[in-house]
Protein backbone atom coordinates (compact mmCIF):
# COMPACT_ATOMS: atom_id res chain seq x y z
CA UNK A 1 0.00 0.00 0.00
CA UNK A 2 3.19 2.53 0.64
CA UNK A 3 5.68 0.99 -0.95
CA UNK A 4 7.28 4.06 -2.33
CA UNK A 5 7.31 5.83 1.19
CA UNK A 6 10.91 4.32 1.23
CA UNK A 7 13.61 6.43 3.28
CA UNK A 8 15.63 7.49 -0.03
CA UNK A 9 12.04 8.53 -1.62
CA UNK A 10 11.03 10.33 1.62
CA UNK A 11 14.42 11.94 1.86
CA UNK A 12 14.61 12.95 -2.10
CA UNK A 13 11.32 15.09 -1.65
CA UNK A 14 12.06 16.51 1.74
CA UNK A 15 15.30 17.93 0.15
CA UNK A 16 13.32 19.12 -2.99
CA UNK A 17 11.32 21.25 -0.51
CA UNK A 18 14.33 23.30 0.66
CA UNK A 19 14.22 27.28 -0.50
CA UNK A 20 17.85 28.14 -1.88
CA UNK A 21 17.29 31.32 -0.32
CA UNK A 22 17.89 30.72 2.59
CA UNK A 23 21.14 29.39 2.85
CA UNK A 24 20.97 25.88 3.37
CA UNK A 25 22.16 23.78 0.97
CA UNK A 26 20.82 20.41 -0.11
CA UNK A 27 23.76 19.03 -1.75
CA UNK A 28 24.51 15.27 -0.29
CA UNK A 29 26.74 15.52 2.83
CA UNK A 30 25.60 18.94 3.87
CA UNK A 31 24.13 19.59 6.90
CA UNK A 32 20.50 19.44 5.26
CA UNK A 33 21.36 16.37 3.78
CA UNK A 34 22.15 14.23 6.98
CA UNK A 35 19.59 16.32 9.07
CA UNK A 36 16.20 14.67 6.97
CA UNK A 37 18.17 11.37 6.04
CA UNK A 38 17.40 10.64 9.95
CA UNK A 39 14.22 11.80 9.78
CA UNK A 40 13.14 10.39 6.83
CA UNK A 41 13.85 7.20 8.29
CA UNK A 42 11.50 7.75 10.82
CA UNK A 43 8.85 8.47 8.65
CA UNK A 44 9.45 5.23 6.32
CA UNK A 45 9.06 3.12 8.84
CA UNK A 46 5.65 5.10 9.89
CA UNK A 47 4.25 4.39 6.61
CA UNK A 48 5.41 0.37 6.68
CA UNK A 49 3.44 -0.14 10.06
CA UNK A 50 0.37 1.53 8.99
CA UNK A 51 -0.89 -1.46 6.82
CA UNK A 52 -1.03 -3.18 10.38
CA UNK A 53 -3.29 -0.80 11.69
CA UNK A 54 -6.13 -1.48 9.12
CA UNK A 55 -5.62 -5.51 10.45
CA UNK A 56 -5.99 -4.19 13.83
CA UNK A 57 -9.52 -1.89 12.98
CA UNK A 58 -10.79 -4.24 10.73
CA UNK A 59 -9.76 -7.49 11.18
CA UNK A 60 -10.55 -10.89 9.18
CA UNK A 61 -9.81 -14.45 8.88
CA UNK A 62 -6.26 -12.67 7.77
CA UNK A 63 -5.78 -10.97 10.71
CA UNK A 64 -3.93 -13.78 12.77
CA UNK A 65 -2.97 -12.51 16.29
CA UNK A 66 -5.34 -9.20 15.63
CA UNK A 67 -8.47 -11.58 16.03
CA UNK A 68 -7.41 -12.48 19.35
CA UNK A 69 -6.76 -8.90 20.51
CA UNK A 70 -9.74 -7.67 19.19
CA UNK A 71 -11.88 -10.36 20.75
CA UNK A 72 -10.11 -9.96 24.13
CA UNK A 73 -9.94 -6.32 24.31
CA UNK A 74 -13.84 -5.29 23.08
CA UNK A 75 -15.72 -8.32 23.57
CA UNK A 76 -13.82 -10.63 26.41
CA UNK A 77 -13.78 -13.42 23.77
CA UNK A 78 -10.77 -15.55 23.92
CA UNK A 79 -10.00 -18.73 21.42
CA UNK A 80 -11.43 -21.89 22.56
CA UNK A 81 -8.68 -24.22 23.31
CA UNK A 82 -9.02 -27.80 21.91
CA UNK A 83 -10.00 -30.20 23.56
CA UNK A 84 -9.15 -34.22 24.31
CA UNK A 85 -10.99 -37.56 23.04
CA UNK A 86 -11.59 -40.52 25.38
CA UNK A 87 -12.66 -44.13 24.51
CA UNK A 88 -13.35 -47.26 27.01
CA UNK A 89 -11.48 -49.72 26.80
CA UNK A 90 -11.64 -53.94 27.18
CA UNK A 91 -8.77 -55.01 29.21
CA UNK A 92 -7.79 -58.68 29.24
CA UNK A 93 -5.36 -61.12 31.67
CA UNK A 94 -4.20 -62.74 34.22
CA UNK A 95 -6.83 -62.23 37.68
CA UNK A 96 -5.50 -59.50 40.08
CA UNK A 97 -2.85 -57.87 37.75
CA UNK A 98 -3.16 -54.62 37.99
CA UNK A 99 -2.60 -51.96 35.21
CA UNK A 100 -1.57 -48.77 36.39
CA UNK A 101 -3.09 -45.10 35.76
CA UNK A 102 -1.04 -43.59 32.99
CA UNK A 103 -0.35 -46.43 31.25
CA UNK A 104 0.12 -45.60 27.17
CA UNK A 105 -1.38 -47.17 24.48
CA UNK A 106 -0.90 -47.04 21.15
CA UNK A 107 -2.40 -46.27 17.49
CA UNK A 108 -1.05 -47.89 14.06
CA UNK A 109 -0.24 -44.45 13.21
CA UNK A 110 1.54 -43.90 16.67
CA UNK A 111 -1.65 -41.52 18.63
CA UNK A 112 -1.07 -41.82 22.51
CA UNK A 113 -3.73 -42.76 24.71
CA UNK A 114 -3.02 -42.85 28.61
CA UNK A 115 -5.24 -45.11 31.15
CA UNK A 116 -6.94 -42.64 33.58
CA UNK A 117 -7.47 -44.98 36.68
CA UNK A 118 -5.81 -48.09 37.66
CA UNK A 119 -7.34 -51.06 36.64
CA UNK A 120 -7.20 -54.53 38.56
CA UNK A 121 -8.65 -57.15 36.41
CA UNK A 122 -10.95 -59.35 38.30
CA UNK A 123 -11.71 -63.01 38.63
CA UNK A 124 -12.49 -63.91 34.43
CA UNK A 125 -9.51 -61.57 33.61
CA UNK A 126 -11.57 -58.88 32.24
CA UNK A 127 -12.03 -55.22 33.31
CA UNK A 128 -12.99 -52.41 31.18
CA UNK A 129 -11.05 -48.66 31.52
CA UNK A 130 -11.14 -45.16 30.15
CA UNK A 131 -8.40 -44.17 28.03
CA UNK A 132 -7.71 -40.33 27.41
CA UNK A 133 -6.13 -39.06 24.09
CA UNK A 134 -2.09 -38.03 25.05
CA UNK A 135 -3.00 -34.31 23.03
CA UNK A 136 -6.01 -32.06 21.96
CA UNK A 137 -7.24 -32.41 18.84
CA UNK A 138 -10.11 -34.12 16.18
CA UNK A 139 -6.90 -36.58 15.00
CA UNK A 140 -7.45 -38.36 18.19
CA UNK A 141 -11.43 -39.71 17.86
CA UNK A 142 -10.15 -42.92 16.93
CA UNK A 143 -12.61 -45.83 15.90
CA UNK A 144 -13.01 -49.02 17.41
CA UNK A 145 -10.39 -51.36 17.63
CA UNK A 146 -7.83 -48.81 16.73
CA UNK A 147 -5.67 -49.80 19.60
CA UNK A 148 -2.73 -52.04 19.01
CA UNK A 149 -0.22 -51.60 21.07
CA UNK A 150 1.19 -50.60 24.57
CA UNK A 151 4.51 -48.11 25.18
CA UNK A 152 5.71 -50.75 27.75
CA UNK A 153 4.92 -54.64 27.77
CA UNK A 154 3.27 -55.08 31.08
CA UNK A 155 2.68 -58.24 32.94
CA UNK A 156 -0.68 -60.15 33.21
CA UNK A 157 -2.08 -58.15 30.54
CA UNK A 158 -2.79 -60.22 27.83
CA UNK A 159 -4.83 -58.25 25.16
CA UNK A 160 -6.99 -55.35 24.97
CA UNK A 161 -9.66 -53.40 22.91
CA UNK A 162 -10.91 -50.05 22.70
CA UNK A 163 -14.21 -48.71 22.00
CA UNK A 164 -15.19 -45.34 19.67
CA UNK A 165 -13.06 -42.40 20.81
CA UNK A 166 -15.24 -38.76 21.20
CA UNK A 167 -14.86 -35.44 22.46
CA UNK A 168 -11.56 -34.59 20.84
CA UNK A 169 -11.52 -31.26 19.04
CA UNK A 170 -8.63 -29.02 17.38
CA UNK A 171 -8.06 -25.42 18.93
CA UNK A 172 -10.50 -23.05 17.57
CA UNK A 173 -9.92 -21.68 13.76
CA UNK A 174 -9.15 -18.21 13.04
CA UNK A 175 -12.56 -18.31 11.22
CA UNK A 176 -14.55 -19.94 13.89
CA UNK A 177 -13.21 -16.87 16.37
CA UNK A 178 -13.89 -14.02 13.97
CA UNK A 179 -17.27 -15.42 13.80
CA UNK A 180 -18.22 -15.34 17.18
CA UNK A 181 -17.01 -11.45 17.38
CA UNK A 182 -18.75 -10.70 14.27
CA UNK A 183 -21.74 -12.31 15.77
CA UNK A 184 -21.47 -10.07 19.66
CA UNK A 185 -21.37 -7.29 17.17
CA UNK A 186 -24.34 -7.81 14.95
CA UNK A 187 -26.36 -9.48 17.83
CA UNK A 188 -25.58 -8.07 20.66
CA UNK A 189 -26.60 -9.73 24.17
CA UNK A 190 -28.79 -8.97 27.07
CA UNK A 191 -28.02 -11.27 30.16
CA UNK A 192 -31.13 -13.08 29.48
CA UNK A 193 -32.07 -13.22 26.03
CA UNK A 194 -31.08 -16.53 23.56
CA UNK A 195 -28.29 -14.78 22.19
CA UNK A 196 -26.38 -14.74 25.51
CA UNK A 197 -27.17 -18.18 26.44
CA UNK A 198 -25.43 -19.36 23.05
CA UNK A 199 -22.76 -17.53 23.66
CA UNK A 200 -22.55 -18.79 27.11
CA UNK A 201 -22.30 -22.04 25.29
CA UNK A 202 -20.19 -21.06 22.61
CA UNK A 203 -17.24 -19.83 24.85
CA UNK A 204 -16.89 -23.53 26.59
CA UNK A 205 -13.72 -25.25 24.73
CA UNK A 206 -15.37 -28.20 22.19
CA UNK A 207 -18.16 -26.47 21.36
CA UNK A 208 -18.09 -26.05 17.31
CA UNK A 209 -22.05 -25.07 17.38
CA UNK A 210 -24.97 -24.08 19.78
CA UNK A 211 -28.38 -23.89 19.02
CA UNK A 212 -30.71 -22.16 21.71
CA UNK A 213 -34.62 -22.79 21.66
CA UNK A 214 -36.31 -20.46 24.32
CA UNK A 215 -39.77 -21.56 25.96
CA UNK A 216 -38.53 -25.43 25.55
CA UNK A 217 -40.81 -26.64 27.99
CA UNK A 218 -42.58 -23.51 29.13
CA UNK A 219 -42.00 -20.24 30.33
CA UNK A 220 -38.25 -19.79 32.09
CA UNK A 221 -37.00 -22.89 30.66
CA UNK A 222 -34.26 -22.75 27.45
CA UNK A 223 -32.97 -25.52 25.86
CA UNK A 224 -29.45 -25.38 24.74
CA UNK A 225 -28.46 -28.24 21.50
CA UNK A 226 -24.76 -28.52 21.50
CA UNK A 227 -22.39 -30.14 18.50
CA UNK A 228 -18.47 -30.25 19.12
CA UNK A 229 -16.27 -28.31 16.71
CA UNK A 230 -16.53 -31.61 14.09
CA UNK A 231 -20.38 -31.04 13.70
CA UNK A 232 -21.20 -34.05 15.56
CA UNK A 233 -23.02 -34.38 18.85
CA UNK A 234 -21.10 -32.88 22.05
CA UNK A 235 -19.58 -35.38 23.72
CA UNK A 236 -20.79 -36.09 27.44
CA UNK A 237 -17.86 -33.91 29.02
CA UNK A 238 -18.90 -31.08 26.51
CA UNK A 239 -22.05 -31.22 27.62
CA UNK A 240 -21.30 -31.48 31.47
CA UNK A 241 -18.87 -28.39 31.00
CA UNK A 242 -21.80 -25.84 29.11
CA UNK A 243 -24.85 -26.82 31.66
CA UNK A 244 -22.33 -25.99 34.82
CA UNK A 245 -21.48 -22.70 33.66
CA UNK A 246 -25.35 -22.18 32.22
CA UNK A 247 -26.00 -23.15 35.95
CA UNK A 248 -23.81 -20.38 37.42
CA UNK A 249 -24.95 -17.64 34.72
CA UNK A 250 -28.36 -18.31 34.59
CA UNK A 251 -30.88 -15.43 35.45
CA UNK A 252 -32.86 -16.26 38.62
CA UNK A 253 -36.24 -18.17 37.48
CA UNK A 254 -34.64 -19.55 34.95
CA UNK A 255 -33.77 -23.10 34.08
CA UNK A 256 -31.71 -24.00 31.30
CA UNK A 257 -30.48 -27.28 30.29
CA UNK A 258 -27.96 -28.47 27.64
CA UNK A 259 -28.00 -31.58 25.51
CA UNK A 260 -26.42 -33.25 23.03
CA UNK A 261 -28.79 -33.31 20.14
CA UNK A 262 -29.02 -37.26 18.73
CA UNK A 263 -27.29 -38.66 15.75
CA UNK A 264 -29.02 -39.81 12.56
CA UNK A 265 -26.51 -41.95 10.70
CA UNK A 266 -25.75 -41.30 7.07
CA UNK A 267 -24.67 -44.33 4.59
CA UNK A 268 -23.96 -43.75 1.63
CA UNK A 269 -23.48 -46.24 -1.71
CA UNK A 270 -22.62 -45.57 -4.98
CA UNK A 271 -21.79 -46.95 -8.25
CA UNK A 272 -20.09 -45.19 -10.99
CA UNK A 273 -18.28 -45.28 -14.73
CA UNK A 274 -14.97 -43.78 -14.36
CA UNK A 275 -11.89 -42.84 -16.66
CA UNK A 276 -9.15 -45.26 -16.62
CA UNK A 277 -6.91 -42.96 -15.00
CA UNK A 278 -8.77 -42.56 -11.71
CA UNK A 279 -8.71 -44.84 -8.59
CA UNK A 280 -11.73 -45.76 -7.39
CA UNK A 281 -10.49 -45.28 -3.60
CA UNK A 282 -9.71 -41.70 -4.89
CA UNK A 283 -12.90 -41.23 -5.97
CA UNK A 284 -14.66 -42.19 -2.63
CA UNK A 285 -11.98 -40.53 -0.42
CA UNK A 286 -13.01 -37.45 -2.28
CA UNK A 287 -17.25 -37.86 -1.86
CA UNK A 288 -16.35 -38.65 1.95
CA UNK A 289 -14.83 -35.20 2.36
CA UNK A 290 -17.51 -33.53 0.42
CA UNK A 291 -20.10 -34.89 2.23
CA UNK A 292 -18.52 -34.25 5.09
CA UNK A 293 -18.14 -30.95 4.42
CA UNK A 294 -22.31 -31.00 2.97
CA UNK A 295 -23.19 -32.57 6.31
CA UNK A 296 -21.30 -29.86 8.53
CA UNK A 297 -23.17 -26.53 6.73
CA UNK A 298 -26.42 -28.35 7.31
CA UNK A 299 -25.49 -28.19 11.20
CA UNK A 300 -24.08 -24.78 10.81
CA UNK A 301 -27.05 -23.28 9.52
CA UNK A 302 -29.34 -24.98 11.73
CA UNK A 303 -27.77 -24.06 14.38
CA UNK A 304 -26.53 -20.57 13.89
CA UNK A 305 -30.16 -19.56 15.32
CA UNK A 306 -31.86 -18.87 18.27
CA UNK A 307 -35.91 -20.19 18.59
CA UNK A 308 -38.10 -18.66 20.53
CA UNK A 309 -40.58 -22.06 20.89
CA UNK A 310 -39.99 -25.33 19.67
CA UNK A 311 -42.58 -24.93 17.00
CA UNK A 312 -40.22 -22.65 15.26
CA UNK A 313 -37.20 -25.29 15.28
CA UNK A 314 -38.27 -27.36 12.48
CA UNK A 315 -36.83 -30.29 10.48
CA UNK A 316 -34.38 -29.56 7.71
CA UNK A 317 -33.47 -31.68 4.70
CA UNK A 318 -30.80 -33.77 3.32
CA UNK A 319 -31.24 -33.04 -0.40
CA UNK A 320 -30.71 -36.41 -2.83
CA UNK A 321 -30.09 -34.27 -5.35
CA UNK A 322 -27.45 -32.57 -3.72
CA UNK A 323 -25.47 -35.73 -2.93
CA UNK A 324 -25.47 -36.93 -6.45
CA UNK A 325 -24.04 -33.56 -7.71
CA UNK A 326 -21.03 -33.41 -5.38
CA UNK A 327 -20.24 -36.80 -6.73
CA UNK A 328 -20.85 -36.81 -10.03
CA UNK A 329 -18.56 -33.24 -10.20
CA UNK A 330 -15.69 -35.19 -8.65
CA UNK A 331 -12.71 -35.40 -11.20
CA UNK A 332 -12.96 -38.80 -13.35
CA UNK A 333 -16.38 -39.61 -12.25
CA UNK A 334 -17.90 -39.81 -15.90
CA UNK A 335 -21.25 -41.18 -14.97
CA UNK A 336 -23.16 -42.80 -11.65
CA UNK A 337 -25.58 -45.59 -12.55
CA UNK A 338 -26.61 -45.82 -8.97
CA UNK A 339 -26.54 -43.82 -5.55
CA UNK A 340 -28.63 -44.37 -2.34
CA UNK A 341 -28.36 -42.91 1.19
CA UNK A 342 -29.51 -44.80 3.70
CA UNK A 343 -30.63 -47.00 1.25
CA UNK A 344 -32.85 -45.26 -0.58
CA UNK A 345 -32.95 -42.76 -3.44
CA UNK A 346 -35.14 -40.02 -1.18
CA UNK A 347 -33.93 -36.98 0.84
CA UNK A 348 -33.38 -37.49 4.03
CA UNK A 349 -35.50 -35.43 6.84
CA UNK A 350 -33.54 -34.48 10.15
CA UNK A 351 -35.55 -33.73 13.09
CA UNK A 352 -34.98 -30.75 14.58
CA UNK A 353 -33.23 -32.48 17.84
CA UNK A 354 -30.75 -34.63 15.61
CA UNK A 355 -27.66 -33.83 13.39
CA UNK A 356 -26.45 -36.35 10.31
CA UNK A 357 -23.32 -37.88 11.08
CA UNK A 358 -21.53 -39.80 7.96
CA UNK A 359 -21.08 -43.16 8.82
CA UNK A 360 -19.91 -44.97 6.08
CA UNK A 361 -19.27 -44.49 2.07
CA UNK A 362 -18.70 -46.89 -0.23
CA UNK A 363 -18.15 -45.98 -4.24
CA UNK A 364 -17.73 -48.62 -6.74
CA UNK A 365 -17.82 -49.31 -10.65
Not at 299 to 324: F, G, H, K, M
Not at 338 to 365: H, M, S
Request: some cysteine; overall charge negative.
Amino acid sequence: MFEDRTQENIKAEMLAEINPATGLSSMAGGFADATVGAAARQISELYQALPAVVSMLFVDETSGGYIDLVGQTYFNITRKPGTKARCDITLNGTAGAVIPAGTLFLTATGLQFALIEKVTLPDGGAAKGVLEAAEEGAAYNIGPGSIVNTFVSLSGLSAYTNGQATGGTDQESDAALLQRIQERRQKPINGANGWQYRAWAMSVPGVGEAKVVELANGPGTVKVYLVDSNMEPAAGEIVEDVQALLDVQRPVGAAPEAAAPETLEISVAATVVLSSAVPVETVRIEMETRLREYLADLVRESYAQIYYTPEEDRPYTLIYNRLLALLLTIDGVVNATALTVNGGVEDIAVLAGQVPVLKRVEVTT
